[in-house]
Structure formats: structure tokens, C-alpha cells
């Protein structure tokens, strides 16, 4: 594997490519940039032919790992397949080439694009309004919060306290504290869904809202959730629906009807947007009734002539300067158009499915710590094999990498012991799928601690510290 970086691989003198010699009249830099502004030395380039450039990074972007090569089953992510199809959509120049501060008469196409993205997505939610502001799910969490805050607010409540179950997202907590709320985090109960005896403990006048993934993070849909959105409505407080598993219920279940006051939805999950890399991805928020008014602006609207953007009456005001994710915007939106309303129910039927058929085929070499039909995902425990054998999750994640396949999520959710949580997505083929198994089952039965020890064996990046990765990567190598 040879991993020097281009800087290493120069060689003073060589060239890439040779351009015929310019006919144009020479001109002095200085002639045309002041002197003070010119470098003193040449820049230091790499100096390759173009064939060693091309295999440099030919090189590079096979030692990446994505779903166009390879099974990537990590657990509250939904690394599903993208449609090809949604990218040139997306590259069309009539959209690549928008400029963001164009006036609306002459960006007609865009907004009802946007328009219907709106209605598409609250419809699938069962909200009232949607914004298509925040980049991302987290974002959307902290946007609806600040929207929930100013509510009570204007009502002249002061309700300060979120409360988030321990098995929610790191994000929730996170985005709550951001916005300036206090968390109280109460226990799953004994089944893996929220325990409602401690739900009633913490309700109360000081409380602003409840923050739920459903089906939650350990892939069980709560089958108390009319009762719990109930529970808090009875004190004034609100439920925030967590949709990053949106792709367990497309038009199936909606969170509106559950009884859910706001939503963010991941475009770059359940939308079919590339994600992984860094983005851009997006979160936009589905809000009902009185909290409409505080949904961040502009938002599309229709008029008579028109499409126009305009401010919500209360509006919390801009999360974003732009459209700068405007292209994720399109392919979630030719994504549902090319699905269709039966199409989404069957993606969300088929990642169902595939789920539940990996989890009954490996729920006995690993535990399965809530013995129940899952979602669109499942957890598994290492804890019995840790014991017996020496493996941790840690080592049956490095044993797949070795074999081809990306791990699942480990040790999260928090509250199940030595976790691995697996998401297959409605994209995958049963071969791929029982390929997954057989290795995750040859991994209990034939190996240990001890043989895992050094995995992932042969990669390009091996065993690491894994707090030393953390806090110190050396990104270069
Ligand atoms: C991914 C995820 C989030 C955060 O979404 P981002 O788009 O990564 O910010 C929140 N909650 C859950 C359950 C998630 O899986």
C-alpha cells in the first residue's frame, strides 16, 4: 500500500503537461498586480507527469470506502444508495447555475421545486408547514428549539427543562443545552421504550418539551406514543419528534398523527442525499399550529402570480444565509417524485424487512437485548461473546472491515452494553445482506480477543488507539 503524499512523490523538473508556447504579448506581473501583493518565491507544487498524478489519486479515492463499493450497514446513519438518477437532476444548469441573490420572478422553477418540496415533506410528517432552512439534522433540532423557546415565550411561559430519554442521540441533549434549555435525561424502561412512570415524575409547569426518536435508536417503535404525546400536552408542554429514522415509517405512520408538535427530517438520510463526507446535507423542520408563526423564514409561498419567499409572522428569523444546500433540496425532491406515494411506503417496507431479516438470522450468536420485531434497524449486544470469548464490539467491528464490509455503529445507544447497531436499508440484495451475516456469525463462532487483537489486519490504517485517533489524527498517512 503506498501511502506517500504527493509532496513526497515530486520530482524537481518533471512536468505534467507541456502547452503550446503563448502567442499572446508578454506581460510583466508587476505591470498588472502591484509589487507588494507578488510572492517572493515560487510556490512549492508537487512536480508529477500527468500519469503520476492521475494514479495518485486514482489511489486515493479507492482507499475510500462508500456505498457505491461496499455494504455500509452503520446503524442511525441510513447509508442507503442514491439514486443516480437524482444527481443529474441535480446537475442540471438551470440549477447549478442559480445565483442565490436572484429575484423570485426570475427564479420561478426553483421556488416551486422548494414549494413542493415543502408540501411533500408535511406531508409525509403530517406537520402543517415545513422550513427548508437548516443544514442539517442537528441544526434542525436547535432551530426548533429556538422556535419551541420564543413560543412560550410569547405565550408568557417560562418552561426551561427538555427532557430527553437515555437513549436518545447525543445530539438532542446537545441541541437543547444550545439552546439554552435544561436537560433532564430519564431511563428507557426494562423493554427498550420510554419508561413512562419516570416520563410522569419529571412533568411539570417547567417543562418546555420532550425530544423523541420513534422508532427510537435502539430500532423499536414506542407503543406508547399517543399516551406520552398525551402525558405532556396535559401539562402545556410540547413533543419534538427526532425524524433521523424517517425511513422506518414513509408513508406509513406519520409523526403529526402521533401526536408530535415539531419534526426535522435528514434529507441526507432518508431522502437519498450522499452523506458521509462532509456534507452539505439538510434538516428541514415541520412544525403545526401556533409554532407555524416561528418557523424560521423566508419559507416559499404561493401567491396568486406567483411563488415569493416571505417570513413566517413570528419567525425566529434566518438559521442560514443562502441556499448554499439548495442541490440537496433537488434530489430529495426528485427522489420523492420518482417514488411516488406507494414508492416511499415500499422503501420504508423493504428497510423494515431487511432489518428484521438480519436480525433473526444473528440473534443468536449475538444478543439481542430487546426481544421484539424491530424497525428499520436493530441492536445487538457483544456482552456474551465479551465473556466467553474476549470479543469486544470494538474487535467484531475491526474483524469486518478485514472482510470487506463496513462496521455497524458501536456503543451507541448508550443503554445496551457492548452495542452494535446494524441498518441494512431497503437498498440492499439478500446475497449482500446473508455475505454481512455469514461473516458476522464466522467472527462469534471462530475467532477471539486474542485473534482480533491486532484487526483490522492488511488495511491501510490498522489496530489505532482509538483515543489517541481522536484527539491527535494524523490525517496525512
Ligand atoms: C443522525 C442523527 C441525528 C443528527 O443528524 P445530523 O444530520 O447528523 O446532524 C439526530 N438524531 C438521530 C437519531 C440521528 O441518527
Aim: hydrophobic residues 40%.
Amino acid at each position: 500500500m503506498n501511502s506517500k503524499t504527493i509532496f513526497e512523490k515530486s520530482h524537481p523538473g518533471r512536468v505534467g503537461t507541456m502547452p503550446p508556447p503563448s502567442d499572446c504579448p508578454a506581460v510583466q506581473a508587476c505591470e498588472v498586480i502591484p509589487a507588494a501583493r507578488l510572492r517572493g518565491a515560487k510556490p512549492e507544487l508537487p512536480e508529477l507527469t500527468e500519469l503520476e498524478v492521475m494514479r495518485h489519486f486514482v489511489g486515493l479515492s479507492q482507499k475510500n470506502y462508500s456505498v457505491d463499493t461496499q455494504f455500509y450497514p452503520l446503524g442511525s446513519c441510513t447509508m442507503k444508495y442514491n439514486p443516480r438518477v437524482n444527481e443529474l437532476v441535480a446537475s442540471l444548469p438551470g440549477f447549478t447555475d442559480l445565483h442565490p441573490l436572484s429575484g423570485c420572478q426570475h427564479v420561478q422553477g426553483a421556488l416551486q421545486l422548494m414549494y413542493e418540496l415543502q408540501k411533500g415533506l408535511a406531508e409525509i410528517t403530517g406537520m402543517e408547514a415545513v422550513t427548508l432552512q437548516p443544514s442539517a439534522g442537528a441544526h434542525g433540532e436547535v432551530t426548533a428549539l429556538f422556535a419551541i423557546e420564543r413560543y412560550f415565550k410569547a405565550n408568557g411561559e417560562n418552561r426551561h427543562i427538555i427532557i430527553v430519554p437515555d437513549s436518545s442521540h447525543g445530539t438532542n441533549p446537545a441541541s437543547a443545552a444550545l439552546a439554552g434549555f435544561e436537560v433532564v435525561t430519564i431511563p428507557s424502561s426494562a423493554d427498550g421504550l420510554v419508561d413512562l412512570e419516570a416520563l410522569k415524575a419529571h412533568l411539570g409547569p417547567e417543562v418546555a418539551a420532550l425530544m423523541l426518536t420513534n422508532p427510537n435508536t435502539v430500532g423499536l417503535f414506542d407503543v406508547h406514543i399517543s399516551e406520552i404525546c398525551r402525558l405532556l400536552h396535559e401539562v402545556g408542554a410540547l413533543v419534538y419528534y427526532d425524524g433521523a429514522n424517517m425511513n422506518a415509517l414513509m408513508g406509513l405512520a406519520r409523526p403529526g398523527d402521533m401526536g408530535f408538535d415539531m419534526v426535522h427530517i435528514n434529507l441526507h438520510k432518508t431522502f437519498s442525499t450522499p452523506h458521509g463526507g462532509g456534507g452539505p446535507g439538510s434538516g428541514p423542520v415541520g412544525a403545526k399550529g401556533e409554532l407555524v408563526k416561528f418557523l424560521p423564514g423566508p419559507t416559499v409561498v404561493k401567491h396568486e402570480n406567483g411563488y415569493v419567499l416571505q417570513k413566517p409572522e413570528h419567525s425566529i428569523g434566518r438559521v442560514r444565509m443562502f441556499w448554499g444546500n439548495f442541490l440537496v433540496m433537488v434530489k430529495a425532491w426528485a427522489y420523492i417524485r420518482a417514488l411516488g406515494a406507494e414508492g416511499v411506503r415500499n422503501a420504508s417496507r423493504l428497510a423494515v424487512l431487511a432489518a428484521n431479516y438480519m436480525r433473526v438470522r444473528l440473534q443468536e450468536a449475538y444478543e439481542l437485548p430487546f426481544k421484539r420485531v424491530c424497525m428499520h434497524e436493530f441492536v445487538l449486544s457483544a456482552s456474551k461473546l465479551k465473556k466467553e470469548k474476549g470479543i469486544h464490539a470494538l474487535d467484531a467491528a475491526k474483524a469486518l472491515l478485514e472482510r470487506g464490509f463496513h462496521a455497524p455503529t458501536i456503543y451507541f445507544p448508550l443503554i445496551v452494553e457492548e452495542a452494535l447497531m446494524i441498518e441494512p436499508t431497503e437498498t440492499e440484495s439478500k446475497e449482500t445482506m446473508d455475505a454481512f451475516v455469514e461473516a458476522m456469525l464466522e467472527i462469534a463462532e471462530h475467532e477471539s480477543g486474542e485473534t482480533l487483537h491486532a484487526a483490522p489486519r492488511g488495511l491501510p490504517v490498522t489496530r489505532l488507539d482509538e483515543t489517541q485517533a481522536a484527539r491527535k489524527p494524523v490525517l496525512k498517512q
